[in-house]
């Protein structure tokens, strides 16, 4: 379980960041300054910051650069949704560890804050791995096996079983597969996510996708 600080002024981004963040078994903690940003990091009780450019007091590369004139190492993760290449060299330059440009999704932000904690943590196990009864799902290699079978998918099956792998018996809501496969400004009227589910029922056994009604879906394991 990490300390993480968010410093973002978009409400919905930052609530959408942290529901994600606890959910994964983070601590989270938003400001919506960069002043609030900075006052929290001088605590040293935090393990990463997700740092928004676009703050309306001190921007995000101002914040950075203070930071790491104060020495120090915290890793940082900016988020951007600038999206020239001197905006993100300039963010690598100044200091920062890793970028994500907006929109993004939540499983990909997820992946860089892993990375950078294990990173910083070199006793940290890295799981690359996944498993559930019959499914093994390589997050490394991107391939998955169903009882010894290798199964193609397409990047957002892929991204759909992994958010439910890593999840194992919990039920997930259409909303929360929804921000966490399409990403925070996708439509929440949208039926997307049923679409596919059906695709990944087709593919890996609909015996493995429980549907509980008026909650969503949950991953089971079928070898019991």
Known sequence: MAQILIVEDEPGISSFITKGLKSAGHQPTAV??????????HT??????ILDIGLPDVDGFEVLRRLRGQGSTMPVIILTARSSVDDTVAGLEGGADDYVPKPFR????LARVRLRLRTTDPAAP??????????????LTRRVNVDGKEVELSAREFALLETFMSHPGQVLSRE??????????FDPGSNVVDVYVRYLRKKIGA????????????????SR
């Open 32 to 41: 919506g300054t960069g002043r609030e940003g900075l006052a929290h990091a």
């Open 44 to 49: 040293d009780g935090y393990d990463l910051m």
């Open 207 to 222: 015996e493995h996708l429980a549907t509980v009604r008026g909650m969503g879906y949950r991953l089971v394991d079928a």
């Open 126 to 139: 890295e799981t690359t791995v996944l498993t559930h009864g019959q499914l093994s799902l390589d997050m």
């Open 106 to 109: 939540f499983e990909e932000l």
């Open 176 to 185: 929360q597969l929804l921000s966490r496969v399409w990403g925070y400004d």
